[in-house]
């Protein structure tokens, strides 16, 4: 298997530099030459990491589990494979990917059509929040490939008349830890039950959780494992800062380091969709052209606000962890963790929405009195101490008057927003979570099971 190192788009995440230096190639990796034409119109110069260890692999047509994270190249590493099969013998419903959001889901099936459209390959993305019958009316379609959530592709196959995955040839579970970790075991118990056995299975995981390990026995046979990296890395060009600031003061600290960045390009994080929506428009008061991005907004509106924001017609996105993942943005300038994330592993996917594509890039993450716990964890990941963001706080006292005023306003202004949100009934069972709940999800919801929605 050739070697060389990160390819022209910087790896991200836990992607350490290769080493070796010898050149590879799409075509060294033995993909037919419409592939690698076409891998070359996307500007990927050379293979990754991830896509020279498993598209060989892939090509022969062994199962692979791959430890990779968001942004290492891992799309193409399943994709390009796919379609040299589906070239060589296409049929309907050839391949089905799983992944645990709408947004990661809609991205994959952007770069399939990148890939595959002038090819004739067609996709349907299938996922919460969008109408079923609309959905079903693609479905009858047949497309190549289906780019689905778990639970809404389940409601199909038990609902959509005529609709089965009995022709299936591939299987992928893309980001697999984060779909076990939203509570779909059912749903992929479901999926794997209906699916042909004899089938090629990749799965695609940040790590290897217990979880994990157990899909992995209970889907792939005698599969190839391939390791990015064991260490929990972050690139070399994003600078990372800390602030630590009393609890009350926040949204004070949070315009001051706002002011201090001007003409940037953000993300920040907050931990709930009710604290995303008042951030958004805290922070649109203050004439910051800010839109929100959490589970309890539609689909349509989601997907809304990620356009303005990739268009740069708005230069700050407020956001819940649903944005962590599978995201590729590369004009994003700052990530500020608003609210420091409870799992320390959060901390790598929300920084890595930033120092995308060979841009530089800076986090900084909050800490109040209250976090200090959660901010060492992150630390002792990471291995190393950040250094604290210095800003110019000599206007600080009047400055908090302002933000304390449009704060009021924008209180005000949720208050509307729910009172308008209650009286409207919801069209769908799965409208207000960030990764897509189906309707047997909601049952057990429901009757009292443990397991909870994740904003």
């Not at 590493?77 to 309907?92: E, G, M, Y």
């Not at 407020?318 to 901390?347: E, M, Q, W």
């Amino acid at each position: 298997m050739c070697e060389s190192d990160s390819g022209d788009e910087r790896q991200l995440d836990n992607i350490q530099d290769d080493d070796d230096e010898d050149p590879c190639t799409f075509a060294d990796l033995d993909l037919i030459e419409i592939l690698c034409k076409k891998a070359e119109e996307m500007n990927w110069s050379k293979p990754t990491k991830i896509q020279r260890e498993a598209i060989p692999h892939a090509l022969k047509g062994k199962d692979i589990i791959a430890l990779a994270e968001t942004g290492s190249g891992k799309t193409a590493a399943f994709a390009l494979p796919i379609l040299q099969a589906l070239l060589n013998k296409p049929h309907s419903f050839y391949a089905l990917i799983l992944t645990p959001t709408r947004e990661l889901a809609d991205q994959i099936r952007q770069q399939f059509e990148a890939l595959g459209t002038s090819l004739g390959v067609t996709c349907a993305v299938i996922v919460g929040g969008v109408d079923m019958t609309q959905q079903a009316i693609t479905l009858a379609k047949k497309p190549h490939i289906i780019i689905a959530t778990p639970g809404r592709l389940v409601d199909h196959l038990e609902n959509t008349r005529g609709f089965n995955l009995k022709a299936l040839k591939f299987l992928v579970m893309d980001e697999a830890d984060r779909i076990l970790n939203m509570d779909f075991e059912d749903e992929l118990d479901k999926i794997l039950s209906i699916i042909p056995k004899e089938r090629k299975t990749f799965l695609f995981s940040a790590t290897m959780t217990k979880k994990v390990a157990k899909l992995q026995r209970a889907s792939l046979r005698n599969p190839v494992k391939v390791e990015v990296s064991t260490k929990y890395q972050t690139v070399k060009l994003l600078k990372q800062y800390y602030k630590f600031i009393p609890m009350k003061l926040k949204d004070t600290y949070l315009i001051n380091c706002l002011e201090t960045l001007s003409g940037q390009s953000f993300i920040i994080f907050c931990s709930t969709a009710s604290n995303t929506m008042r951030t958004a428009l805290l922070l649109r008061q203050l004439g910051y052209l800010a839109v929100p991005l959490h589970g309890k907004m539609s689909q349509v509106k989601r997907f809304a606000s990620l356009e303005k924001f990739k268009a740069k017609s708005r230069s700050v996105l407020v956001c819940t962890d649903v944005a962590s993942r599978g995201l590729d943005i590369p004009h994003v300038d700052v990530v500020i963790n608003f609210d420091i994330p409870t799992h320390s592993k959060d901390y790598i996917h929300r920084v890595g929405r930033t120092a995308r594509a060979g841009r530089a890039g800076v986090s900084i993450t909050f800490v109040t009195q209250y976090d200090i716990e959660l901010y060492q964890r992150i630390e002792h990941l990471i291995g190393k101490k950040l250094p604290l963001f210095e800003t110019d706080e000599s206007g600080i006292d009047d400055l908090s008057n302002r933000v304390a005023e449009a704060a009021r306003s924008a209180k005000i202004e949720m208050k509307k927003l729910e009172e308008k949100n209650d009286k409207r009934k919801r069209k769908s069972d799965d409208e207000d979570d960030d990764t897509e709940q189906s309707k047997g999800y909601q049952k057990r919801m429901k009757k009292g099971g443990k397991k909870k929605a994740r904003h």
